[in-house]
């Protein structure tokens, strides 16, 4: 009876010892895609390097780092500014364009304060949203402050299109 007693045992130790908890993720979609040829379908997070991208070419430009700027981006990234309008192409390398638009600042400094990368299940693109406040010291000594919100559509780890809206801030 103690070696029947003994061998239950050992098998229960070994049963519940040896089993093993698997984890397994699954991808769940969430919000909803509502004008064009993918109307209806979820949208996913896009992965942690499409973030880094956004964050490296929000802070380069603050920086005036335009070959930063020019190393993740496209053959041709396409600029909607926040006036609305037109895309505008712009060719890469793009440091006279860039330096254009940054002339009149001494400094920008740039505080993000949230990224959110989307993409369609079987997209091979991201939309990243980032958000950030921005303050502009122009060398005539005003000081402007913004909200901005950038969409960056990212492909192959390189930006091809941003988007741009701006709120005045406090």
């Known amino acids: 009876m103690k070696k029947l007693l003994l061998l239950l045992f050992t098998i229960i130790v070994f049963v519940a010892f040896s089993c093993e908890t698997k984890t397994v993720e699954v991808e769940t979609g969430g ?8 109307a209806g379908e979820k949208l996913f997070f896009a992965s942690d390097e499409t973030v880094e991208i956004a964050k490296t070419m929000v802070n380069a430009y603050s920086n005036k780092d335009f070959d930063l700027v020019n190393q993740y981006s496209a053959d041709t990234v396409y600029f909607k500014p926040p006036q609305g309008g037109e895309y505008i192409p712009i060719p890469i390398p793009a440091n006279d364009f860039l330096a254009m638009l940054t002339d009149p600042y001494d400094s920008i400094v740039r505080n993000i304060r949230s990224i959110v990368p989307l993409k ?6 991201a939309g990243v949203y980032i958000n950030f406040d ?3 010291y122009g060398k005539d000594g005003t000081v402007t402050k913004s909200n901005i919100i950038d969409r960056m559509w990212v492909r192959d780890g390189k ?3 941003i ?4 709120a005045e801030s406090n």
């Open 31 to 38: 919000g909803e895609i509502v004008m064009g040829q993918y």
């Open 159 to 161: 930006v091809y299109r």
């Open 120 to 125: 369609r299940k079987e997209g091979d693109n």
């Open 134 to 136: 921005e303050t502009t």
């Open 163 to 166: 988007e741009q809206w701006v």
